[in-house]
């Protein structure tokens, strides 16, 4: 079974972040690495990746056939969507215990979300 686990940043997040070192920075990057890599070994990881700042998204409407573009950010919101894990594994025990595993589940919010087919089901 796929779940998302979506990783949230927040001010508070960012607060402590600027007030790490380098050092602590580059930790926290490779406690990153680390769960990738345990995750791809053990064949769960579907793919994983950081999200750029919501500065830099677009947002994409359709109105009577015309195509509108609006540039971010969009809305003033404390929380913005910071990265994600996807992971294909057989409970939802185990994605609930893969994200207490990453790193910004300390500081931020971690979500875990089911992946649902075209039929509504789990897949």
């Given at each position: 079974?796929?779940?998302?686990?979506?990783?949230?940043?927040?001010?508070?997040f960012?607060?402590?972040?600027?007030?790490?070192?380098?050092?602590?920075?580059?930790?926290?990057?490779?406690?990153?690495?680390?769960?990738?890599d345990?995750?791809?070994?053990?064949?769960?990881?579907?793919?994983?990746?950081?999200?750029?700042?919501?500065?830099?998204?677009?947002?994409?409407?359709?109105?009577?056939?015309?195509?509108?573009?609006?540039?971010?950010?969009?809305?003033?919101?404390?929380?913005?969507?910071?990265?994600?894990?996807?992971?294909?594994?057989?409970?939802?025990?185990?994605?609930?215990?893969?994200?207490?595993?990453?790193?910004?589940?300390?500081w931020?919010?971690?979500?875990?979300?089911?992946?649902?087919?075209?039929?509504?089901?789990?897949?």
């Amino acid at each position: 079974m796929k779940y998302m686990i979506l990783i949230h940043s927040n001010p508070h997040f960012n607060e402590r972040w600027d007030k790490l070192s380098d050092t602590e920075r580059e930790e926290f990057g490779r406690r990153h690495y680390a769960l990738s890599d345990e995750l791809a070994d053990s064949g769960e990881l579907v793919i994983s990746e950081a999200l750029g700042d919501p500065s830099l998204g677009k947002r994409v409407t359709v109105r009577d056939g015309q195509t509108m573009t609006t540039d971010g950010p969009f809305a003033e919101v404390k929380e913005h969507l910071a990265g994600f894990y996807l992971v294909d594994c057989d409970t939802e025990e185990r994605a609930l215990a893969i994200a207490a595993q990453v790193p910004d589940a300390v500081w931020g919010l971690v979500e875990v979300r089911p992946l649902l087919g075209r039929n509504g089901e789990d897949i």
